[in-house]
T-cell receptor, first 116, second 111 residues
Framework: DAGVIQSPRHEVTEMGQEVTLRCKPI?????LFWYRQTMMRGLELLIY????????DSGMPEDRFSAKMPNASFSTLKIQPSEPRDSAVYFC??????????????FGPGTRLTVL | LAKTTQPISMDSYEGQEVNITCSHN???????ITWYQQFPSQGPRFIIQ???TKVTNEVASLFIPADRKSSTLSLPRVSLSDTAVYYC????????????FGQGTELSVKP
């Protein structure tokens, strides 16, 4: 298996622009998580899905952020409009049905976002 | 979700055993203890998980005392490639798969 795939790996954009980050979870996994990592705040959970349905979005910072999972093999995290403080590394992770405990989340390589 | 406390940083030398202790005083009965490792420019990676006593795998050992209010991750004979941030997490399946990462312990292994 190729693991969790994220694209793009790096994104540089200007303030006010729309940014879309993409994630392909491991095939067969039914949980998908979006995290954000910065030096100041560490690794934060933004939102997670179970069977394509958003379960907890309490970590989404504000209305400028939105996430969708139209099917089991694809998810997007969108920021519109983007701001410099959104600069961070965004990770996607997935977890499979065979793992009943809160362990073994498989993380993607991350997308490094820079908003100028 | 139980809060965890672990040292911010640790230094070691190649070949030494490293023990990182994590405190989780309000751990719940159904909570498991899980450790993740994160290398620079990579996502976190699962290392080991336990509920009580001792767990060992090819990467590390996890020691959990009877009261489960703390746990110790043990890395035998570290190498330079073990330089990473190590996160201790506690949680159970009733949290729906949610993981809350603390600040982690930045381990630096020197030659």
């Amino acid at each position: 298996d190729a693991g969790v795939i994220q694209s793009p790996r790096h994104e540089v954009t200007e303030m006010g622009q729309e940014v879309t980050l993409r994630c392909k979870p491991i095939s067969g996994h039914d949980y998908l998580f979006w995290y954000r990592q910065t030096m100041m705040r560490g690794l934060e959970l933004l939102i997670y899905f179970n069977n394509n349905v958003p379960i907890d979005d309490s970590g989404m910072p504000e209305d400028r952020f939105s996430a969708k999972m139209p099917n089991a093999s694809f998810s997007t995290l969108k920021i519109q409009p983007s701001e410099p403080r959104d600069s961070a590394v965004y990770f996607c992770a997935s977890r499979g049905m065979g793992q009943p405990r809160t362990d073994t989340q498989y993380f993607g390589p991350g997308t490094r976002l820079t908003v100028l | 979700l139980a809060k965890t406390t672990q040292p911010i940083s640790m230094d070691s030398y190649e070949g030494q055993e490293v023990n990182i202790t994590c405190s989780h005083n309000n751990i719940a009965t159904n909570d498991y203890i899980t450790w993740y490792q994160q290398f620079p420019s990579q996502g976190p990676r699962f290392i080991i998980q336990g509920y009580k006593t001792k767990v060992t795998n090819e990467v590390a050992s996890l020691f959990i005392p009877a009261d489960r209010k703390s746990s110790t991750l043990s890395l035998p004979r570290v190498s330079l490639s073990d330089t990473a941030v190590y996160y201790c997490l506690v949680g159970g399946d009733n949290q729906g798969g949610k993981l809350i990462f603390g600040q982690g312990t930045e381990l630096s292994v020197k030659p």
